[in-house]
């Protein structure tokens, strides 16, 4: 309750007494426009030229692909999954059908343990097993280690439904894997569709089950030569770096100045 209070004084009443407004996505920024703000779409940017670094060029045996995140409060069973942040419930799914289909992988989760995610959704017990060797739980970890199984990692992955909270934020796990040169595997929320090239630094999946599931069997099935490209690509032209938007800042403050 506070936290809503919080969130809904300052979206619906300080911001709009604001000269001007840096918004994360072009739907706050359209939102505060209605209201006569002045406003600039600034997204989740990297503070580093990650393209003076060499990127992790490991060939996995399997594909290694990372969640991290905890879209869930801990200890609490879950009804309706369309209150999750991250669909990791879908994304289990995916793998597990990956699996029944031949695919190679290790898909690690970073966050939260086996046992507290299965409190949260019991019901997923059965995709667990079944997946066995193919799925890691790490639970909480150092933002060091998580970075470091990023960097690792093939992909990373994560899944969201479109709604208004992910219409209007924008995912920080996009631009810090880009900036790691790991390719990101997603679905077309936010502005998602301004920065991710498909096939070059990710790709997106398809909002229907069956047609996201066939996508992911065919990225799984990618060869280690066209990953390498794609993690070469995300390092040299990460479209997320804060220089690119210096401009973009430079205009919108100096009109502030009129």
Known sequence: MIKWADNTYQMAYANKKAAGVIAISSYLANYYKKNGRLTVTIPSLSPF???????????NDRKVITYAGLP???????????????????????????????????????????????????????????????????GYKSNEEVTASILNSDYSIFIRDV??????????KFSESISLGTPVITTRTSDLANYL??????????FDDEIAQQQLNKI?????????????????????YYMHFIDVMRTFLKELER
Do not use: W
């Open 49 to 59: 030229d990650y393209s003076l670094m060499e990127p992790n060029l490991i060939c």
């Open 72 to 138: 869930f409060r801990k200890g609490q069973e879950i009804k309706n999954c369309n209150n999750l942040k991250d669909r990791i419930d879908k994304t289990i799914k995916l793998f597990y059908h990956a699996k029944q289909n031949s695919c190679e992988f290790i898909f690690n989760i970073y966050g939260f343990t086996k046992e507290e995610y299965l409190i949260v959704l019991p019901e997923q017990k059965k995709y667990i097993d079944e997946l066995n060797d193919s799925i890691f739980f790490h």
């Open 163 to 172: 709604n208004r909270d992910t219409s209007a934020g924008f995912p920080t």
């Open 197 to 206: 090239v498909e096939g070059l630094n990710g790709f997106f999946l398809d």
């Open 220 to 240: 799984l099935s990618n060869d280690s030569s066209s990953v390498l490209k794609m993690k070469k690509y995300c390092i040299e032209n990460n479209p997320l």
